[in-house]
């Protein structure tokens, strides 16, 4: 990959679509983690006014201290970045007290999960509407379009996507092009989402770099049967998530009614 004019190509896709929307500025949510930091470089480097916004809740101190390093070291290298903390943990807190009480399960872990993404896009939301800008998306093309590991209408609940076309290695690279600090840059990667140090790949049951050789595979016309021991592992979970969380990858279903009952 050409990194450098990657990185220009996609600055100049940034700025050419605020520019044509007549939108100033960028929103982006900055967890600790390299999508996000790459996300919130490349916003930056358009010259328009990006807002990096830390929306911790429950958050493990090594996150907050990763994405406070990142944006400290932003706004020290551009003048048209700002940042704001939103501590949504209260209003987490203050959710859970209002639904009706549930048994402990793992089906409620991860709706609890996902409601803390769906508060984290609300409050994007409120900042991009309050400054009319856009939210820059930080979804990366395994977790958007290969296993859609992203919350529906929460991390997925964006304006535009600038490195969903991007895997996960490669935003790496474009994270080491960027500057993105080290500490980022070495962490094993994480939603952030439960309150505990699970990473993505506890999570998903298989590293990004295994991922990416299963989409290519899959892109390639395989199947299952042609792989054996931990390939096929690998394998049969990309194409179990794949499948499963096509909802999420593909246009809300439209009941069209039939022009004779109209």
Not at 104 to 111: I, V
Request: one cysteine or more.
């Amino acid at each position: 990959m050409q990194t450098e004019k990657v990185i220009d190509h996609i600055v100049n896709w940034l700025k050419d679509y605020a520019t044509k929307a007549n939108i100033g500025g960028f929103v982006v949510g900055v967890s600790g983690g390299i999508d996000s930091a790459v996300t919130s470089s490349l916003c930056a480097r358009t010259g328009l006014k990006t807002i990096c916004v830390e929306m911790p809740i429950h958050q493990a101190q090594s996150q907050v201290t990763r994405a406070q390093e990142h944006i400290t070291q932003l706004k020290e290298r551009f003048s048209n970045v700002s940042d704001v903390r939103v501590d949504l943990t209260p209003v987490f807190e203050e959710f859970k007290s209002a639904v009706p009480k549930t048994e402990q399960s793992a089906q409620l872990d991860l709706s609890l999960a996902n409601t803390r993404a769906r508060l984290r896009m609300s409050t994007l939301y409120y900042f991009a509407g309050l400054h009319k800008y856009l939210v820059a998306g930080t979804g990366n093309k395994v977790e958007d379009f290969g296993v859609g590991f992203y919350t529906k209408y929460g991390d997925g609940g964006v304006d535009l996507s600038p490195i969903a076309d991007l895997l996960k290695s490669e935003v790496y690279d474009l994270g080491k092009a960027l500057d993105v600090p080290n500490s980022i840059q070495i962490a094993a990667p994480t939603d952030g989402l439960f309150g505990d140090s699970r990473s993505d790949e506890d999570q998903i049951g298989a590293s990004y770099d295994e991922l990416e050789w299963a989409m290519k595979m899959k892109e390639d016309g395989k199947n299952v049967n042609d792989f054996k021991e931990r390939e096929q592992e690998v394998f049969a979970i990309f194409t179990r998530l794949n499948t499963v969380n096509q909802h999420k990858m593909t246009p809300i279903p439209v009941c069209k009614i039939p022009f004779n009952l109209k």
